[in-house]
């Protein structure tokens, strides 16, 4: 078992501020639908997984894509509006008094985003994007930037450095898989310690999860190794997960094939967090 001062990454001897890190000695949740496809549907997977972090003591931030920039067929969902999304958000956050985040895909989106949530997330296929990410930096938010499926850990410095060098320290990374061929995804666990030496680490664990470039166009997944791949990831040295979560995933208007069922979240977080407590021993 990894000790605790094995475990300790450089970030961690430094005042939490300087990462915007306020998870303390704990697992960091991130969870939420995929995209805010209603009112109703964010405040009741708001309140519900906020009402489970609260019952297991783990710091939460509620997550929903205000648009959806990224997809395989013109026709897919996109989202219901920008200004009504980013409200829903908005009053999610404040109503409830939790952090919130989404993406942004594009420079002139950061400060309006950024007017309505605390974390901006930087889309993996995006993570080069010079001026999105000194945009983001720019609005003095915590940036989260996610490892492109086609970059290594290690070259994940350089987007960190983006952010530090227009003058905000406020930035995690979130390792969400690997291209392994046409159509499947890989979590290398050798990410994690990889890229704490440059802040806090997030395991995605559900588009890690995705089967992309499908035939039909729409994104597949493998939800039933969501467990799986969250353990091994927070045995790696993952400082939080990242989970899309649904009532009913079947319905979800977007990548609902890798989401995870909402009544399922809270037996999954009992073991993640005995499993982060146990990495910390």
């Not at 499947?184 to 802040?199: E, Q």
Request: glycine share 8%.
């Amino acid at each position: 078992m990894t000790s605790s001062t094995e475990n300790k990454a450089p970030w961690t001897a430094q005042s939490s501020e300087i990462h915007g890190w306020q998870a303390g000695n704990r697992l960091q949740i991130i969870a939420g639908p995929c995209a805010i496809e209603s009112k109703a549907l964010a405040v009741q997977v708001a309140e519900t997984v906020g009402e489970m972090c609260d019952r297991l003591d783990l710091p939460f931030i509620f997550k929903g894509s205000y648009r959806k920039a990224n997809r395989s067929r013109l026709d897919s969902f996109t989202g219901i509006g920008d200004d009504e999304a980013l409200s829903i958000l908005s009053e999610v956050g404040s109503s409830m008094g939790v952090r919130t985040t989404t993406d942004i895909h594009a420079a002139d989106e950061a400060a309006k985003a950024a007017a309505h949530v605390d974390v901006l997330q930087i889309p993996a296929f995006l993570c080069r994007q010079t001026d999105l990410l000194v945009a983001a930096a720019e609005t003095g938010k915590v940036v989260n930037i996610k490892k492109g499926q086609f970059l290594s850990p290690e070259s994940m410095k350089f987007a960190v450095q983006k952010v530090q060098e227009s003058g905000n320290g406020q930035v995690w990374l979130t390792e969400r898989g690997t291209m392994m061929g046409y159509q499947d995804l890989v979590v290398d666990m050798r990410s994690f310690p990889a890229m704490r030496k440059f802040g806090p680490v997030i395991a995605d664990i559900t588009h890690s999860l995705q089967q992309p470039n499908q035939t039909a166009g729409v994104t597949g997944g493998r939800p039933e190794l969501i467990a799986t791949i969250g353990k091994a990831s927070i045995a790696a040295g993952a400082d939080g997960i990242f989970i899309e979560t649904h009532p009913d995933p079947a319905t979800a208007l977007s990548d609902g094939a890798n989401m995870l069922q909402l009544d399922a979240l809270e037996p999954l977080l009992i073991q993640l967090k005995r499993v982060y407590e146990a990495v910390q021993d």
